[in-house]
């Protein structure tokens, strides 16, 4: 199990990080007091095959007493489960501008008389022994939020690709347009395998009928020009933050054309290393 501890200054986008987490396959969770984290970390690692990945956020809204944080902190590696802490920071006058911008409460302002630079000053403090141990550390003083991701998909991926997760899709025209693809292409202008009896019953996951849809030049000439539109695209989408992109392929009755290209998308996809599935909306009818 792969667990990620979050802290870092209030105000300097932790929600943000987390959602960005989130889109990267982690199971986050929010404000965990910091007593309850050798637990937690047992039970989920009793479930691991459901939680491979883990992010939990301790800051200071859970606990005044950061020494008693960083010695909870310490138990995890006792049990035997590696952890990593990612701290994530602004600058001042960035928190400031932000709390007067969104009218939040700093937590430790009761403890100031209102005084918001007092608050930050102290919990700088607080937060300066885990600051000393963090693995990744996040600034946030100028970052957007889709850079926000892009920086946290960075630091956490080998392969910044993997951020993206691609669904190539087959579908029939005759049963409905699905709603949520991003790109979509209708093959239905290519030779259908449906009016050869012997590859009526088949689906284009079959090499007869990917081989008999393929043999047409039309066909294998639309095919290579997709995968140069797709391969154009892909870096665009990964630098742009996207997290999820639905390529549909549509022809009459979602089992031959449609499935042949769908497949051969997925398979051109999956060799250049990016996170892709394959789903075959009408092969169950």
Do not use: W
Request: with cysteine; aromatic share 10%; proline share 3%.
């Amino acid at each position: 199990m792969n667990i990620l501890i979050v802290t870092g200054m209030s105000g300097a986008g932790k929600s943000k990080v987390v959602d960005a987490l989130e889109d990267l396959g982690y199971f986050c969770v929010d404000n965990l007091p910091p007593k309850l984290l050798p637990t937690f970390s047992q039970l989920l690692g009793n479930a691991s095959e459901c939680y491979s990945k883990v992010a939990i956020v301790i800051d200071i809204r859970s606990s005044r007493k950061f020494d008693e944080t960083f010695d909870q902190i310490s138990r995890i590696s006792e049990q035997g489960y590696e952890y990593k802490l990612l701290f994530i920071d602004a600058n001042d006058e960035t928190l400031i501008k932000r709390y007067k911008e969104t009218r939040r409460i700093h937590p430790l302002i009761a403890e100031n008389k209102g005084s918001l630079s007092k608050s930050i000053a102290q919990e700088r403090i607080v937060l300066s022994k885990l600051l000393s141990i963090a693995d990744y550390y996040l600034d946030t003083t100028n970052l957007a939020a889709m850079d926000c991701k892009k920086k946290v998909a960075e630091m956490l991926l080998e392969n910044q690709d993997l951020a993206l997760h691609i669904n190539c899709v087959s579908f029939g025209f005759k049963y409905g347009v699905p709603t949520d693809c991003d790109l979509m292409f209708d093959v239905r202008c290519l030779p259908n395998p449906f009016y050869v009896p012997e590859l009526r019953n088949h689906t284009g996951l079959e090499k007869s009928v990917s081989d008999y849809v393929l043999s047409f030049e039309e066909a294998t000439t639309l095919l290579q020009k997709l995968y140069d539109v797709v391969d154009y695209l892909l870096p665009l989408y990964v630098n742009e933050g996207k997290s999820q992109l639905t390529i549909a392929f549509g022809c009459t009755g979602g089992q031959h054309r449609s499935v042949c290209f769908a497949h051969n998308m997925y398979e051109h996809i999956k060799a250049q290393k990016y996170n892709v599935s394959e789903s075959h909306r009408e092969l169950s009818k």
